[in-house]
């Protein structure tokens, strides 16, 4: 179980080079993905989390350093290339699926996530019935709903779906980016349980960006604090597990 | 009676424009002007090469090769290049002006005595202007067939998910730089065929022909989405058609009006800008609420 699938060394990013506003947010990152983990990534705004995410999926390139895939080095492949391997969910909802689509549409377009497009029939009366099977999966009613455009979805049933979507072809690696910050309580904690259950069941390797302390301790069997660019803290297992969120406070503060 | 053939014969020639359009304009959500360059290069190309001795129908499949040409350049000025999409389609129709006077050698050549696609026995047996309206007929169910089922595979729902959202698109691997530049290639080689089919048709090709096309392109789009609202995408393709004959039969009503054919453009226009205009005045006169009225009473 901890074979590193992905391994990011010394990633430096720099922004707005050559500008008086030139920034450093990623300082020699230094972070190593073992196989079946599950990481909680917490930080202030402006840590560096989402550039974190963006270096990995590969829409922002580091300006050095290293990444390594299963000990072979993607540092130079590009975001699309990277999906074979990779998915991601959005925070924002709309960002995750194509509005005027409908669902089983979206599904069947994340089925073949990072294979060649062909020009052959799509054959969704193959892919329906399964389809169907594992939108109700979600609990949300989103298995109703199959043939509506996923612009006249909620957002909660939205944000289910590219969930979903992100698991539909087993990815080596699931980024989730704060992916139930824009839902409503209640809403949030359904799918968050719901990512929960799929990732631990799965054995699915995830990062979890979120602002919820207490989300982040609940979740995962890893935690990494992320400060100023670089990882405060990187706890495991019972060290985890021991975590309140008055000491998981002190090390934002380091 | 014979004007009205001839107008739906026009409408169905001219919709092969309207549909290369809407690959473009509703599909990827892009405007691209390079369609007044390539509708006048397929005219070009077409008689050129039919003056030169090709059969008509390699003239048609030379145009349709310069129309994707076309797009190409178009399609690598945005994505490789970076150029905004409405500026990469001027500068690719202004450059083709240029290119169809080259082609031509000068602004205007006949095909007087020079077989075309209608000249055959087939063809010259219908009565007048029934040549153009089989003809269309025969393009366009081809064409939209082809869309159908394109549209339908798993190349043509990556290329619809790329303009419905592009990052999405990306995030499950698809290059959508490749869909645009495809899209804008069949695009513009459909294009290349309406211009070479509307040259023979009409019997010449000139150099100004192209100035307006994409007003017509978008007029066919818009009234086909006002006649007949909500419509599943196959019905949306059809729809284009039937907007670009009704855009003739209103451009002949007006033109029996008194109106004269210079005043074509002006009219053209006015037409598009109404239509575009026409759920903006519904809302504000309440018309939909008239109407469900309406309705109610009936029943």
Known sequence: ??????????????????????????????????????????????????????????????DSGQILLHGEDITHENEEDRTHFLSRVFQDPKLGTAPRMTVAENMLLAEKRGEKRRLVPRHMKQHIDKFTKIATTMNNGLEERMSTATGNLSGGQRQALSFLMATLKRPDIILLDEHTAALD????????????ERITQDHLTALMITHHLEDALKFGNRLIVLNNGTIKADLRGEEKDKLTAENLYEYFEM | MSLIVSAIGQGLLWAIL???LFLTFRILNIADMTVEGTFPMGAAVAVTAIVHGYSPMTATLFA????????????????????????????????????????????????????????????????????????????????????????????????????????????????????????????????????????????????????????????????????????????????????????????????????????????????????????????????????????????
């Open chain 1, 1 to 62: 179980m901890t074979k590193p699938i992905l391994e990011l060394k010394d990633i430096v990013t720099v922004v707005n080079k050559g500008t008086s506003n030139e920034t450093t947010i990623l300082k020699e990152l230094n972070l190593t993905i073992n196989e079946g983990d599950f990481i909680t990534i917490v930080g202030s705004n402006g840590a560096g989390k989402s550039t974190l995410f963006n270096v990995i999926g590969g829409n922002l390139s580091a």
């Open chain 1, 185 to 196: 309580p209640r809403t949030s904690n359904n799918l968050l349980h719901a990512t929960n």
């Open chain 2, 18 to 20: 309207g549909l290369g």
């Open chain 2, 64 to 299: 349709f090769l310069a129309g994707m040409a076309a797009g190409l350049v178009t399609g690598l000025l945005y994505t490789k290049g970076k150029i905004d999409i409405l500026l990469a389609g001027i500068l690719v129709m202004t450059a083709a002006y240029s290119v169809n006077l080259e082609i031509m050698g000068k602004s205007n050549t006949s095909l007087l005595g020079h077989k075309t696609l209608l000249s055959s026995k087939f063809f010259e047996a219908m009565p007048n202007y029934f040549n153009s309206v089989f003809l269309g007929m025969v393009v366009i169910a081809v064409i939209t067939l082809i869309l159908v089922f394109f549209l339908q595979t798993d190349l043509g729902q990556a290329f619809i998910a790329t303009g419905d959202n592009e990052k999405m698109a990306k995030s499950l691997g698809i290059h959508t730089d490749n869909m645009k530049i495809m899209g804008l290639m069949v695009s513009n080689g459909m294009v290349g065929i309406c211009g070479a089919l509307v040259a023979q048709s009409n019997g010449y090709a000139d150099i100004n022909m192209g100035i307006g096309t994409i007003v017509i392109a978008l007029a066919s789009i818009i009234i086909g989405e006002v006649a007949f609202g909500e419509l599943t995408l196959n019905q949306r393709l059809i729809a284009v058609t039937l907007g670009s004959i009704i855009y003739r039969l209103i451009l002949l009503a007006v033109l029996q009006l008194g109106f004269s054919a210079n005043d074509l453009n002006l009219l053209s226009s006015l037409v598009l800008a109404i239509c575009m205009m026409l759920p903006q005045f519904r809302r504000a006169l309440h018309l939909d609420r008239i109407f469900k009225k309406e309705v109610k009473s009936h029943d």
